[in-house]
C-alpha cells in the first residue's frame, strides 16, 4: 500500500505560462528507494514539493489533482501539519540554514515537532554521526564547505526520523565517499525501518546500483515509471548519457601559454582559527583546464577563490595577471537583476547582445527575459555559466560547475570548455566523470591539505 500518492497532478508557479507537472499519477511505497531523473527544469524538484505539501502551499501557483500522505490531502494540509511524517533535503542547503551553530541547526527540527527536550541534543548528535558529521558539532555553519553543509543540512532531515524522506540532488556537493555512504544509509533507512525514499539526482550511477525504482519526468510528464532493471535498458535507448560510463568529449593535447594565475606555498584559516589550507601551491596556464577535486573540507573552494583574488592568503604568494571570474558553488543567492540577460550584462558594462551570445552559449537562448529566479536549478546555473563567460576572462574558476546539470547538459559544458583555449580554467569538482572528461590535469586535494597532481 502506498504512503504517498499522486492522482493526475498538474502545476505551474505564479505568471509562469508553462507547467512544470503535466497529469503526473504515482505511488511511493514504504521500504522503497526511488529514484526520479530528468534533464534541468523536467519538473523533478517540484514533485519533491508537492509531496512535501510545499506546492501549493508556499509556492502558490495552479494546482490541479491530488496528492496524500499517510492518508492526509495536502491540499487540506501544508507543511506544518506534515512535518516529521516527511522531511525534505533541499537541493540548496544553503537556503534551508537557520542557525549559526551546527547542533543548533540539527536541533531545530526536533524542537519544532515537539520532541522531549532531554532527547533533542542525544539524537542530533546521532544523526550527525550517521551522516559522518559528528566532529561538525560545534563549528560555526558559516565555515562550512558546501559538503560539510549538505551532510549537516542531511543530518538534520534524518534526525526526524521520517516515514517519507525526500531528498532533492542530495550528493551534488559530496566527495565519492561521502555520495556512496549517504545513499546506502538511504537504502538501509528504506529496509529497516520501512522508510520511503524518493530522491533526485544529476549523477545517476550510483543511485542506479542501489534504487529500487526509476522515474523519469519530462518536460513535467511522467515518461517512464518501473525497475531499475527495466529502467537501465530503456534509458540505454532514449537517454543514454544518463547511463553510459561519462559522456567523455574527447581529450586532445595542447600547448598551454602563460601563468595567470601562480599560487606559491600560501595559507589559510577562517575566522574558527581552523587552518584550511597549509603551504599549497599551484599554477594555471593559459589554454589549459585544471579539475581540483578531494574529500569535502579539504579545502579547495578556499583554494579556487585564491586564485581567482577573491580571498587574499595569510601566508605565501598569488601573483594573477589579466582578469578572473569566479562562479560559486551556490549562484542563486547572488541575483541582482530582474532578467536573465540583465543579470549577465552585469560584468561587461551592461552590454546585451554579449550577454544574449553568452546564453545562448549555455543553453538558454530564448530565456532573456525571465527572471532568474524562475528558472530552475541547473538552469540558475547555467545562468550564472553564461554570466563568468560574458567578460572572456584570462582566468575562470567555476566551483562545482555541475551541480543540478543534468548528464547531457554536462556533456554540452565539457565541449564549451575545451572549445576555448584562449583562457586558463580551474574546475572545482566533485564529479569525476565530469573531471576526466574535461580537464588536462586533475589535482587532489587531500585532507591533510597535500597537492597531488595526476
Given at each position: 500500500m502506498a504512503l504517498a500518492r499522486a492522482e493526475s497532478l498538474s502545476f505551474a508557479y505564479p505568471g509562469s505560462t508553462v507547467p512544470a507537472l503535466r497529469d503526473v499519477s504515482v505511488g511511493l511505497t514504504p521500504g522503497?528507494?526511488?529514484?526520479?531523473?530528468?534533464c534541468s527544469g523536467s519538473g523533478k524538484s517540484t514533485l519533491l514539493r508537492?509531496?512535501?505539501?510545499?506546492?501549493?502551499?508556499?509556492?502558490?501557483?495552479?494546482?490541479?489533482?491530488?496528492?496524500?500522505?499517510?492518508?492526509?490531502?495536502?491540499?487540506?494540509?501544508?507543511?506544518?501539519?506534515?512535518?516529521g511524517t516527511v522531511a525534505t533535503l533541499f537541493q540548496d542547503p544553503e537556503d534551508q540554514v537557520v542557525f549559526t551553530r551546527v547542533l543548533n541547526e540539527v536541533a531545530f527540527?526536533?524542537?519544532?515537532?515537539?520532541?522531549?527536550?532531554?532527547?533533542?541534543?542525544?539524537?542530533?548528535?546521532?544523526?550527525?554521526?550517521?551522516v559522518g558529521a559528528e566532529h561538525l558539532s560545534g563549528r560555526l555553519v558559516a565555515e562550512l564547505s558546501g559538503g560539510e553543509l549538505q551532510r549537516v543540512c542531511l543530518a538534520a532531515?534524518?534526525?526526524l526520523e521520517p516515514r517519507l524522506l525526500l531528498l532533492d540532488e542530495p550528493t551534488s556537493q559530496l566527495d565519492p565517499e561521502g555520495a556512496k555512504a549517504l545513499l546506502e544509509l538511504a537504502l538501509r533507512l528504506a529496509r529497516e525501518r520501512g522508510t520511503a525514499v524518493l530522491l533526485s539526482e544529476q549523477r545517476p550511477a550510483l543511485p542506479l546500483e542501489l534504487c529500487d525504482r526509476v522515474l523519469l519526468l519530462d518536460d513535467g510528464r511522467l515518461t517512464f515509471d518501473g525497475p531499475v532493471g527495466r529502467a537501465r535498458a530503456w534509458l540505454e535507448e532514449h537517454h543514454p548519457l544518463f547511463v553510459s560510463a561519462g559522456g567523455d568529449v574527447g581529450v586532445h593535447l595542447h600547448h598551454f601559454g602563460e601563468v595567470t594565475s601562480r599560487l606559491d606555498g600560501v595559507s589559510y584559516a577562517?575566522?574558527?582559527?581552523?587552518?584550511?589550507?597549509?603551504?599549497?601551491?599551484?599554477?594555471?596556464?593559459?589554454?589549459?583546464?585544471?579539475?581540483l577535486v578531494g574529500p569535502n573540507g579539504s579545502g579547495k573552494t578556499t583554494l579556487a577563490k585564491l586564485a581567482a583574488g577573491l580571498l587574499e592568503p595569510q601566508s605565501g604568494r598569488v601573483d594573477r595577471r589579466g582578469r578572473a571570474t569566479y562562479?560559486?558553488?551556490?549562484?542563486?543567492?547572488?541575483?541582482?537583476?530582474?532578467?536573465?540577460?540583465?543579470?549577465?550584462?552585469?560584468?561587461?558594462?551592461?552590454?546585451?547582445?554579449?550577454?544574449?551570445?553568452?546564453l545562448a552559449a549555455v543553453g538558454l537562448a530564448g530565456h532573456e527575459a525571465r527572471h532568474p529566479r524562475d528558472l530552475s536549478s541547473g538552469e540558475r546555473e547555467r545562468l550564472a555559466l553564461a554570466a563568468v563567460l560574458a567578460p572572456e576572462p584570462d582566468l575562470l574558476v567555476l566551483d562545482e560547475p555541475t551541480r543540478g546539470v543534468d548528464p547531457e547538459r554536462k556533456h554540452e559544458l565539457a565541449a564549451l570548455?575545451?572549445?576555448?583555449?584562449?583562457?586558463?580554467?580551474?574546475?572545482?569538482?566533485?564529479?569525476?566523470?565530469?573531471?576526466?572528461?574535461v580537464a588536462d590535469r586533475i589535482v587532489s586535494l587531500a585532507l591533510d591539505r597535500e597537492l597531488v597532481h595526476a
Open positions: 522503497e528507494v526511488t529514484l526520479v531523473l530528468g508537492a509531496f512535501a505539501g510545499l506546492v501549493p502551499h508556499f509556492h502558490g501557483g495552479r494546482f490541479s489533482g491530488r496528492v496524500e500522505l499517510a492518508g492526509l490531502d495536502t491540499r487540506r494540509h501544508g507543511p506544518a501539519q506534515l512535518a527540527g526536533l524542537e519544532n515537532v515537539g520532541t522531549p527536550p532531554q532527547e533533542i541534543e542525544a539524537r542530533a548528535l546521532a544523526a550527525l554521526a550517521s532531515t534524518l534526525a577562517y575566522e574558527d582559527h581552523l587552518l584550511v589550507l597549509d603551504d599549497a601551491s599551484l599554477e594555471l596556464r593559459r589554454g589549459e583546464i585544471v579539475a562562479l560559486s558553488q551556490d549562484p542563486g543567492r547572488y541575483v541582482l537583476r530582474e532578467r536573465a540577460d540583465e543579470e549577465v550584462s552585469v560584468g561587461v558594462h551592461g552590454d546585451l547582445a554579449a550577454a544574449s551570445r553568452a570548455l575545451r572549445a576555448n583555449r584562449r583562457r586558463a580554467t580551474l574546475v572545482v569538482t566533485h564529479d569525476e566523470a565530469f573531471a576526466r572528461a
